[in-house]
């Protein structure tokens, strides 16, 4: 597996509606951190497009050897260009371009593996503090074997992405992932070879902390693979005891200047002996932009009181965050459907009428802090395509807000 694959940035985030953070791309491909995926995914539609600039700078240890034409010391520059597009609620995909300014002991430049990938979420998290995708990466073969930068053998990968919200909270994540590939590697005792397609065991444990909800992120990431390069080389013939390892730790921060753009900063680099490593520092910076945001609340969402006639008797909890619904489809009106719906739930629905435009096809569930959680699972008693948008400007009559839309008066049943 390429070295600086660690080490290019990621920066891009998802904003299911006007400012919620949802999932933001990795270097790898799909959702994630800045080195590591995790188990988000984009909604429906959305997709960003990312670039990111990596350098690491290798000291291999003495123990390698000094082979003829080849410089001990050596550093990796590239350029990657990341897309991902969701096309299910719960499904991604994601293309990977990465290409070498400068890279591997003769510093050779040019276009490595394109990856393209798959990410199926499992388990939300939404509902429980537990969340759970599988990823598939097919690394196509398009890099040049004869300049050092491939094994011109085609690569594939599956990875299994745990995530957990400490405390229940959105401020404190910690993910896992571990995976199998049969893929390049580089053998540092025999750098002449190039890149080899063997067997690597992948593994990270990271946390991430909101310094600030949608806003600022920090992330401490621990990434390690393991290779089996064969018992006529340096390495173990052994994947699970650890062959030809490499162990990098890495700081990230995230900072999104507005809703649809976030900048990326990492910095890190391999762990010392007597873990074997050539990476010792690396650094990462990128720009990400989203695409396709619902159109709901772009200046703060102004709530208008109508005549429309009003539910049932309210049952449920009614100590719980006070439920607007309202209609925004022109070509149908199902607003009292759905507020029955989510007062069957449990939920505490004050008032029932229409939006001030009728021209929303997504639904969109508007919500105060600190009822994010609560408006996740209204927004999942409405079928159809729909967004979550967290309100800029507090509103004292509701606490959640939801839009009916036309995909939702499609599929109401």
């Excluded at 050897?65 to 991604?92: C, H, K, M, Q, V």
């Excluded at 994601?94 to 050779?108: C, E, L, N």
């Excluded at 621990?222 to 018992?231: D, H, L, V």
């Excluded at 759905?338 to 919500?367: C, H, M, T, W």
Aim: charged share 15%.
């Amino acid at each position: 597996m390429k070295h600086s694959i660690f080490l290019t940035l990621v920066a891009t985030f998802l904003l299911i509606a006007s400012n919620v953070f949802a999932a933001m791309p990795s270097n790898s491909g799909g959702s994630g951190l800045v080195s590591t995926r995790t188990p988000d995914v984009l909604s429906r539609d959305a997709w960003n497009l990312s670039a990111f600039l990596g350098y690491t700078g290798h000291l291999t240890p003495s123990d390698y050897g000094n082979p003829s034409g080849y410089s001990r010391d050596w550093a990796d520059t590239n350029i990657s260009g990341i897309f991902n597009y969701g096309f299910l609620n719960n499904l991604e995909g994601g293309i990977v371009f990465p290409v070498d300014i400068s890279g591997g002991p003769k510093s050779q430049s040019g276009i490595n593996n394109i990856d393209v990938l798959g990410k199926y979420r499992f388990l939300n998290g939404e509902t429980s503090p537990i969340s759970l995708a599988a990823t598939l990466d097919i690394g196509i073969p398009s890099a040049s074997k004869s300049s050092v930068l491939g094994s011109g053998d085609t690569n594939v990968s599956a990875e299994a992405d745990f995530g957990y919200r400490i405390g229940g909270s959105e401020k404190n994540m910690l993910y896992w992932d571990i995976g199998f590939k049969q893929g390049d590697y580089y053998d540092k005792a025999q750098p002449l070879k190039g890149y080899q397609n063997v067997p690597i065991l992948l593994a990270s444990l990271s946390y991430e902390y909101a310094i600030l909800l949608e806003k600022a992120y920090f992330s401490v990431e621990m990434i390690g693979q393991s290779a089996n390069i064969g018992s006529g080389s340096s390495g173990s013939t052994d994947i699970i005891p650890l062959g030809d390892e490499d162990l990098y730790a890495l700081f990230g921060f995230r900072y999104l200047p507005t809703h649809v753009t976030m900048l990326t900063l990492g910095v890190g680099g391999g762990l010392p002996d007597p873990v074997r490593t050539d990476t010792n520092y690396l650094a990462t910076l990128g720009f990400s932009y989203l695409f396709n945001t619902a159109k709901s609340a772009v200046k703060g969402f102004v709530y208008k009181r109508t005549s429309l006639p009003q539910p049932a008797k309210p049952v449920g909890q009614m100590n719980g965050p006070k439920v607007v619904v309202v209609n925004g489809c022109s070509s149908g009106d199902k607003a009292q459907f759905f507020a029955q719906k989510i007062k069957a739930s449990g939920f505490n629905v004050i008032e029932v009428g229409r939006a001030p435009s009728l021209n929303y096809n997504d639904s969109v569930v508007i919500f105060n802090d600190p009822y994010y959680s609560q408006a996740v699972n209204i927004l999942r008693l409405i079928p159809g395509s729909e967004k979550l948008a967290r309100s800029k400007v507090k509103n004292s009559v509701y606490d959640i807000y939801v839009v009916v839309g036309c995909s939702g008066v499609a599929n109401a049943k």
